[in-house]
């Protein structure tokens, strides 16, 4: 499964971004999908998946939605009210189990969109 997350950009702070996952070489309606972030000098973080049910980062929860399109193979995410915290690299993943869990346990990784949100 090869990943290809785009949809990064510059905002300011109360706007919003769509991110999109896009999946090939096997389709990903069986797979558990999530996002990920990482902020310069800090550890890669969870913040949403979907698969057995959905998940959410406690600081996203509310302004961020994730949704599948199967059809396209794709995985959007929805990121509105942005806080300059927002900001990092999102990664997309892939896991070869419909089971969600936030730790780093996927099999497939993208390879990263970078989103900056302006004060």
């Known amino acids: 499964v090869q990943l290809q997350a785009y949809g990064g950009g510059l905002v300011q702070a109360g706007g919003s971004l769509r991110l999109s996952c896009a999946a090939s070489?096997?389709?990903?309606?069986?797979?558990?999908m999530a996002w990920f972030r990482q902020a310069p000098g800090k550890e890669r973080e969870f913040v949403a998946a979907?698969?057995?049910?959905?998940k959410y980062a406690d600081s996203v929860k509310g302004r961020f939605t994730l949704s599948r399109d199967s059809a396209e193979n794709t995985v959007y995410l929805q990121m509105n009210r942005l806080k300059p915290e927002d900001t990092a690299v999102y990664y997309c993943?892939?896991?070869?189990?419909?089971?969600?869990?936030?730790?780093?346990?996927?099999?497939?990784w993208g390879q990263g969109t970078l989103v900056t949100v302006s004060s």
């Open positions: 993943a892939a896991r070869r189990s419909f089971r969600t869990t936030p730790s780093l346990d996927y099999d497939y």
């Open positions: 070489g096997r389709t990903i309606s069986n797979y558990a």
């Open positions: 979907v698969g057995s049910n959905t």
